[in-house]
Every structure is written in C-alpha cells, then in structure tokens.
C-alpha cells in the first residue's frame, strides 16, 4: 500500500481546464459630420450640378490684373472643344447702369425749336424751287392762259400751282397755261390778288361771264400787251396816248420803270414826257403824282 502523505491541504475536487470565451467585436459609433454621410452617388450628382460643359472658344481667362485671354490660346489644342468648367469660376457681367436722360435747360430747348423750325422752312423752300412738274393734257383739253407782268426784280421767282405745277416764272414776264377743270387750284389769295392788281392776266380761255365772275373782264387799253409791257420807256410820246386808259396797277408799273430807267441813266426818260406823265397820274388821293421823285431828283441834278 502505498503511503500517503497529508499535505496539510484539504482534498478539492480536481482542476477544470479554464474555457477561454471568443471575444465579441463590439460595435464603435463615431460622431461623423451629417455631409460625410451622403452616398457616393448623390456626391456625383452635386458634382454634375457644379459643372457647366461649354465650348473652349466661348472661355475667357480673367487674370488678376483684369486682363483677358482667350482659353484656346492658352490651350491651342482645346479649339473646337468641349470643356467643363466649374460654376463658381464663372465671372459674371454686372448689369450696365442705365444712362441717365439727358437734362436741357430753357435756353438749350429754344435753340432745338429754331433749328427744328429753320429746318422746316428750308425744306418748304426747296419743294417750291424745284424743277416744276410738267402737267400733260388731252388736245381736246380747255386750257387757260396766263400772263405775269409785274415790275419785280429780274431774279424774282414765283410758282404758280402746288409744288410750281403750273408753271414757274423768274423776272417780270412770262406765261403758264392752266386746263379749265382745274381752275380753282391756282386760284390761291395771292394769286387773285395778283389779278386785282393786274400783275397776272387772264389772256384767254374764260368766256364773258367768267371773267366777270373772276373780275378779269378787262377794258379796253386798260392794261399793257407784251410789247407795251417790255418796251414802255422805249416807247416814247406813244405812252403818253397809253398812259390815260391803263389801269390804277399797271400804271404804278410805268411810274416804276421809268424810276429804275432813269436810275440807271436812260435816254429815253426825258424831263418832258416825265413832266406829263406825271401830270395824267395825279388823283384826289395822290396831288403830287406817281412820277413826282424823278422830277425832283432831276431839278436836284439841274440845281448842282
């Protein structure tokens, strides 16, 4: 029998072999910023929303000096491209600032007016100096004839109808027909002032009754024919049997040119004839007669 030995320890039940447990992975949270949460995806589209594609021809580099380049001679190779170009490097243009109206004064305002009106009338005066219009008729037309005698000075012009339709006349005489129909277009108040005064005449074309309507029913010998008209200075003694029958207009026409002849020196404008003339134009109204200046201006000349 094999002895014992007392250790002095109480018997025990027998030694387990200690289980080693399988360590859990424990579950680590981490406070992560919400943005770093969005998935791949949403961050490409963002991506996509920042990004315009546009052509390289339309880019333009800005440097910080202002100054601008082109990006394709930057990049020549990128010509005809297409490239991405990020939203927030885009520059734009600030809206242009709206000029202010112009402000005038009184006096800025006065002289636009002038203008405007100096403008106008030059315009006026250049349709009536113009070429006039030549009016075609039927040869079966009615036509009315007119003749201008009147002592204005050589370069006068004067146009007769709208525009000078009927006619345009440049110094003392000349003739324009009128068709009947229209009658009435040239028959303006300057013009039936010009038949009062006989400085326009009626030659032809109104029959008795017309021309009283129109006044124009003429005495006889009481206005100058064209060779009388032309040549009344040259005609000498023979104005002096014309003289009495003309009428009060183209009587102040003789006393008008015998003025501008004798000015100018003429022969035929004698103290004698002057002297009678002068006496036939004398009225209750007019005592010292139409031809009285040159009278007084020869007796000036004879008294030197």
């Excluded at 030995?5 to 360590?23: D, I, L, S, W």
């Excluded at 734009?92 to 004064?105: G, L, R, S």
């Excluded at 006989?198 to 006889?220: D, T």
Aim: charged content about 30%; aromatic content about 6%; some cysteine.
């Amino acid at each position: 029998m094999a002895e014992s030995k007392n250790t002095g320890k109480k018997p025990g039940r027998p030694k387990k072999t200690p289980v080693v447990e399988e360590a859990k992975e424990e579950v680590v949270f981490f406070d992560v910023p919400e943005e770093q949460t969005v998935n791949t995806a949403e961050k490409a589209e963002l991506a996509e929303e920042n990004v315009l594609t546009v052509n390289a021809d339309d880019v333009t580099g800005i440097s910080y000096d202002g100054s601008e380049t082109p990006l394709t001679e930057l990049a020549p190779e990128l010509k005809g491209e297409e490239v991405e170009v990020p939203t927030e490097a885009i520059v734009h243009e600030e809206a242009k600032t709206p000029q202010a109206e112009p402000t005038f004064t009184m006096a800025d305002v006065q002289k636009m007016v002038a203008e405007a009106v100096a403008k106008a009338t030059a315009e006026i005066q250049a349709k009536t100096t113009t070429v006039p219009q030549i009016v075609q008729v039927a040869n079966d037309t009615e036509m009315v004839q007119f003749l201008w005698q009147a002592e204005v000075s050589v370069d006068n012009t004067i146009a007769f109808g709208e525009g000078g339709i009927y006619g345009q006349i440049t110094g003392k005489t000349g003739s324009f027909y009128v068709p009947k129909r229209d009658l009435s277009r040239v028959l303006s108040e300057l013009n039936r002032y010009f038949l009062k005064k006989r400085w326009l005449i009626v030659v032809s074309g109104l029959n008795e009754e017309e021309r009283e309507a129109l006044g124009v029913n003429y005495k006889e010998g009481e206005i100058l024919d064209k060779k009388a008209f032309a040549k009344m200075v040259e005609l000498g003694d023979q104005m002096l049997e014309i003289y009495p029958n003309l009428c009060e207009g183209h009587k102040k026409m003789v006393a008008q040119r015998y003025a501008d002849a004798y000015h100018d020196g003429s022969p035929y404008v004698t103290r004698d004839i002057v002297v009678k003339l002068n006496e036939m134009s004398k009225t209750a109204k007019n005592q010292k007669g139409d031809f009285v200046a040159i009278i007084e201006e020869m007796n000036a000349r004879d008294a030197q």
